[in-house]
C-alpha cells in the first residue's frame, strides 16, 4: 500500500488560486502606491471613464479660456494706461487753454499743443509686441493715425487721417461668452485731434497766440476751443472707465476660470487618485495574504501519513 500526501489535488489547486489571488491584489496595490493612480488604464476605472474624462476635457477647456482671457487682461491693462494719458494729455491741453484765457496771455500755449499732438500720435500708433498696431482696428500693418504735424490736421477732414479698420478683438471668456476688448484710434483720437486742430487754426497767422492775447482771441479761444478741449477730455474719461470696466470683467473672468478648472481637477483626482493611506494599507494586509498562502500551500505539500505514523525500533 503506498503512503499519499494528506492534502488532496483539489486543496492544492484551492490554495494555488489562492496564491494567485492575493499576488494579483498585491501586484495593484504596489501600483497603486508607486503611481498614487487607482488604475492605469479605463479598465480599473470601470464605470466612471466617462465621468473621468467629461472632468478632464472641462478642466482643460477652463484653463484654456483662463489663459486667452489673462493675455486679454494684459492687453487691457496696457490700453487702461495709455487711455489714462490721452485722457491727461486732454487734460493738460483744456488746463493751457484756460490759464492762457485767464491770463490773457497765450505763451507757450502752442508748444504744450504740439507736445500734446506729439505723444497722442505715439499713443495712437503705439504697437503690440508682435509689431501690430494695438488700435488699428483688425489692420495691425499699417499706422492708424496718418498725420505727421498739426499742420496736417488743416488740410482735410480729421477723419480722413484715421485709417484704422473698424474690427473690435474679442475674446472669449467662457462658454457662449464674448467680451470686446478692441479699441479704435478714431474711436479715442477724433475729438483730442480736433481740439488741436481747432487750436492751430485759432493760430493763424502761426504764432499770433504767442504773447498778449486781444479780446478777440481770447473770445474764439473760449467759445470755441476750449469746449472742444473739455469735450475731448470727457470723451476719453469716458472710454478710460469703459475699459476699466472691461478689465474688471475680464478679471473675474479668469477668477471664475481658474476656480472652475480646479473644481473640475477636484473630480478628476476623486475618481483617479488613490487614498494613499488606504492604498498602503491594502499593500500591507496583501502582502501578508500572499505570505500565509504561499507558507500553508507549502506545508500542505510537505505533509505525508508519514508524519502520523508512530515511530518503530528495529
Known amino acids: 500500500m503506498s503512503i499519499d500526501r494528506v492534502a488532496t489535488n483539489a486543496q492544492s489547486q484551492y490554495f494555488l488560486s489562492q496564491i494567485m489571488v492575493a499576488n494579483n491584489a498585491l501586484d495593484v496595490t504596489q501600483s497603486q502606491v508607486a503611481s498614487g493612480k487607482v488604475a492605469n488604464d479605463y479598465v480599473g476605472v470601470g464605470d466612471k471613464t466617462a465621468a473621468l474624462e467629461a472632468a478632464r476635457a472641462a478642466s482643460a477647456r477652463a484653463d484654456a479660456y483662463a489663459a486667452n482671457t489673462q493675455q486679454a487682461v494684459t492687453q487691457v491693462d496696457m490700453q487702461d494706461t495709455q487711455l489714462t494719458t490721452l485722457a491727461g494729455l486732454a487734460q493738460q491741453l483744456k488746463q493751457a487753454i484756460t490759464t492762457a484765457v485767464g491770463n490773457s496771455d497765450g505763451t507757450n500755449l502752442m508748444a504744450t499743443a504740439q507736445n500734446v499732438f506729439q505723444q497722442a500720435v505715439t499713443i495712437l500708433n503705439s504697437t503690440d509686441a508682435n509689431g501690430n498696431y494695438i488700435y488699428g482696428g483688425g489692420q495691425g500693418d499699417k499706422p492708424p493715425l496718418t498725420a505727421t504735424s498739426l499742420a496736417d ?13 473698424t474690427q473690435k478683438k474679442s475674446v472669449q471668456v467662457a462658454d457662449g461668452q464674448t467680451e470686446q476688448i478692441g479699441v479704435l484710434a478714431s474711436d479715442i483720437g477724433s475729438e483730442l485731434m480736433t ?21 478777440t482771441q481770447t473770445s474764439m479761444l473760449t ?13 476719453l474719461n ?28 477636484g473630480f478628476v483626482s ?15 494586509q496583501n502582502q501578508v495574504a500572499l505570505q500565509a498562502a504561499l507558507k500553508v500551500t507549502s506545508m500542505l505539500s510537505n505533509i505525508s501519513l508519514l508524519n502520523y505514523l508512530p515511530a518503530t525500533t528495529g
Open 153 to 165: 490736421l488743416a488740410t482735410s477732414p480729421i477723419s480722413s487721417f484715421f485709417q484704422n479698420g
Open 195 to 215: 481740439a488741436l486742430n481747432t487750436l492751430n487754426q485759432a493760430d493763424t497767422p502761426a504764432g499770433s497766440l504767442d504773447g498778449q492775447l486781444t479780446s
Open 223 to 235: 467759445t470755441t476751443v476750449l469746449p472742444a478741449a473739455a469735450q475731448a477730455t470727457t470723451d
Open 238 to 265: 469716458g472710454l478710460t472707465a469703459t475699459n476699466g470696466d472691461t478689465y474688471n470683467r475680464l478679471a473675474n473672468a479668469v477668477t471664475s476660470q481658474q476656480s472652475l478648472s480646479t473644481l473640475y481637477k
Open 270 to 284: 476623486n475618481i483617479e487618485d488613490v487614498d494613499m493611506t488606504k492604498a498602503i494599507t491594502e499593500l500591507n
